[in-house]
């Protein structure tokens, strides 16, 4: 089977490695010759590391490399039996490119999209035969996260959404099922992470390295505002901005001032040398509060708030409970799924938490999901 990737950006070019390591010839189409030739010496020094640490032997290497073709048109992707768009986040230039393609491909190709933030609705009704479209969502960087939210746009086939999740399932990868609203699971789920930690500091609570340290006392990788600096604020503010719009404007979503203003000033994060921490040399890092307490209250806040989001998420039938505690583990290496964290806390203490923050604050943000 062979396997179209449109656009050799970040992701066009991880996904095409992925498919090329399950065995499938590959075909990548990019507008822009230069990041064509940029994807293929990545995808060739890529190989060559895995090599060197003995995941893949020297002919495994020989022979995926030799499965990937790049090409300067559309009409390359004539003999795929799915094509996966990964090019600019842009409603109109997406559309226009399916267009184009339906045109050129077979009737029973698979058109996919791997986009983040759009409706996946709004890109199927580009086609002529939509039922055949749908939402392949990989995460960054693809051939290293498990997770592929796999989302049928309102017109798809509903054998076709099966039929994709076990194919990406046969790529070593880890599909669930979610119904195209914003965010999908993992970008909405995950807002609170960041939103909450935002408000806290705007309150004054607490500064960011103890909310960031109080976070990762409760097993997190990484604090929120150290993520959000190697994110990027142009990235991570524009994703909080379209969920919030994209919600309705529901409070709970609501994006922080800070955060716009670091995106303002240019201190986009570590790309930048400088967000909400400073990346210069010599600089020294701010040191968390001692405070255990405060550090159990910070880290009750935020886990709660997004317990709040995964249970909603379930609630509205978005997504199944498994598939939602599957996407934050295997798409964002969150230490627990939030479902089950929720279960083992006590749904009681989750819920009373929350009763705490929303009769404090009288904000609907804090209002409890019926899920809970
Ligand atoms: N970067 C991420 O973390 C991430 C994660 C998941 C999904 N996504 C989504 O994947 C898509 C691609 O993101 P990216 O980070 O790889 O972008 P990128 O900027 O790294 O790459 C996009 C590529 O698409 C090409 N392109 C643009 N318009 C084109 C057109 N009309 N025809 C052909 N090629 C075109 C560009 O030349 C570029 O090489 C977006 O929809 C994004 O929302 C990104």
Known sequence: MKIGVIGSGAMGSGIAQVAAQAGHDVLVFDQNAAALVRARHSLKS????LTDKGKISTE????????VTFHESLDALVPCALVIEAIVENLDVKKSVFKALEQLVSDTCI????TSSLSVTAIASACSN????LGIHFFNPAPLMPLVEII???QTDNQLTEHCAELIRSWGKVPVICKDTPGFIVNRVARPFYSEALRILDEGIADM???????RNLGFRMGPFELMDMIGHDVNYTVTESVFSAMYFD?????SITQKKLVEAGWLGRKAGRGFYSYAEG???????????????????????LINEAYDTVYYGIASAESVDLAMTKGVNYPKGLIAWGRELGIEHVRKSLLELYNKYNEDRYRLSPGL
């Open 251 to 255: 409070p709970r979503f609501r994006p």
């Open 60 to 67: 495994e290497s020989e022979r995926i490399f030799a499965c």
């Open 209 to 215: 390295a103890t909310i960031d340290q109080a976070m």
């Open 130 to 133: 939509p039922s055949r479209f």
């Open 46 to 49: 890529t190989l060559a590391k």
């Open 152 to 154: 049928p746009a309102l």
């Open 111 to 114: 058109l996919a999209t791997n």
């Open 283 to 305: 600089i020294s890092v701010p040191q968390p509060s001692a405070d255990e307490a405060l550090l159990r209250s910070i880290g009750s806040r935020v886990l709660a708030m």
